[in-house]
Nanobody
Framework: QVQLVESGGGLVQPGGSLRLSCSAS????????MAWYRQAPGKERELVAS????????DYGDFAKGRFAISRDDDRNTVYLQMNNLKSEDTAMYYC??????????WGRGTQVTVSS
């Protein structure tokens, strides 16, 4: 069955870095665009970054530009999110999403990122 499993979250101090991973299985990973979203308590889920199925197009939320980088490894069926210069406002649950032009969409269960001193 389809699985998206996020990992790499945790507690980090302001200014620190984390790399999130999302391991996919159960579908043809290379044909899906991938994205990271986040949701903080009391707030709506928002796009962090997305990457096209060919890896040639990327999009970022304004807050992520210059600090975060999304990448994918189709040999490992994995998408990554490198997060640098983390701020307290980056504290949220981070979710992985796979989406296809046909409309198929899958979500992971999330990994918690907490930025605090």
């Amino acid at each position: 069955q389809v699985q998206l499993v996020e990992s790499g979250g945790g507690l980090v101090q302001p200014g620190g870095s984390l790399r999130l991973s999302c391991s996919a299985s159960g579908f043809t990973f290379s044909t899906y665009a991938m994205a990271w979203y986040r949701q903080a308590p009391g707030k709506e889920r928002e796009l962090v970054a997305s990457i096209g199925s060919l890896g040639d197009t990327r999009d970022y939320g304004d807050f992520a530009k210059g600090r975060f980088a999304i990448s994918r490894d189709d040999d490992r069926n994995t998408v990554y999110l490198q997060m640098n210069n983390l701020k307290s406002e980056d504290t949220a649950m981070y979710y992985c999403k796979a989406f296809h032009y046909s409309g198929n969409t899958f979500w992971g269960r999330g990994t918690q990122v907490t930025v605090s001193s």
